[in-house]
């Protein structure tokens, strides 16, 4: 039995997607799914993204992206997802598969005379390396792999991260403002359904 077969996450967790009123009005009215996000710094690679359980944080997100003149009116999309076979960031496993796979990774883009990307800042004031071009480089070509091997479209469905952003909380505080778990869904079949939130955050 191969390992990403033993780690189905019996599990499912209600996510948050922050975008415009029209894109959900059209994933609820349409029945559609969300599409995937195929930026190069996207943090854990292509998917479709959500916050766990922090639909103020999905907002925030949404209206960040409207000052950035990507979003018209912000809104909160919820979704009910099965996490399935989850590459689970929080699990040692998986963290030290990553550093394992960045030594083939690395030597592979050597071999070929290609550099090895970078996470990089988004702007001068940023401390977190938003732009996250490394990771994302490396998850996708792991999954790629993985897939291969297993044989079948997706051996790791969703993927899962915790991540501190931000600033400190208070003075002297390793707890950052904007921390949060996001969930990085491969397989749109993971996502049971939307939602409409209706609770005021």
């Given amino acids: 039995m191969t390992s990403f077969q ?37 943090w854990l690679g292509k998917g479709v993204y959500f916050w766990e359980h922090a639909p103020r944080r999905a907002l925030e997100f949404a209206h960040e992206q409207k000052r950035r003149g990507k979003v018209e009116e912000p809104a909160v999309l919820g979704a009910y ?29 050597t071999d070929e005379g290609q550099p090895v990307p970078m996470n ?3 702007s001068s004031d ?4 938003l732009l996250r071009e490394l990771d994302c480089a490396l998850i996708n070509w792991y999954m790629r792999r993985l897939d291969r091997q297993a044989g079948v479209p ?3 469905q969703t993927l899962r991260g915790v991540f501190q952003e931000g600033a400190a ?33």
């Fill in 126 to 129: 940023d401390h977190d390396l």
């Fill in 154 to 156: 997706y051996a790791y």
């Fill in 81 to 109: 997802i099965h996490l399935g076979r989850c590459f689970d960031l929080t699990d040692v496993e998986h963290t030290r598969q990553l550093g394992v796979a960045y030594g083939d990774f690395k030597d592979i883009l």
């Fill in 6 to 42: 033993r780690l189905d996450y019996q599990r499912t967790i209600i996510g948050y997607h922050g975008c415009d009123k029209a894109v959900a009005a059209e994933v609820l009215q349409n029945h559609q799914h969300l599409r995937p996000s195929e930026n190069t710094y996207d």
């Fill in 120 to 122: 990089r800042a988004a």
């Fill in 169 to 201: 909380a208070f003075n002297g505080s390793t707890i950052r403002e904007k921390s949060h778990i996001q969930i990085c869904v491969r397989d749109t079949q993971c996502v049971i359904g939307y939602f409409l939130p209706t609770t005021h955050f």
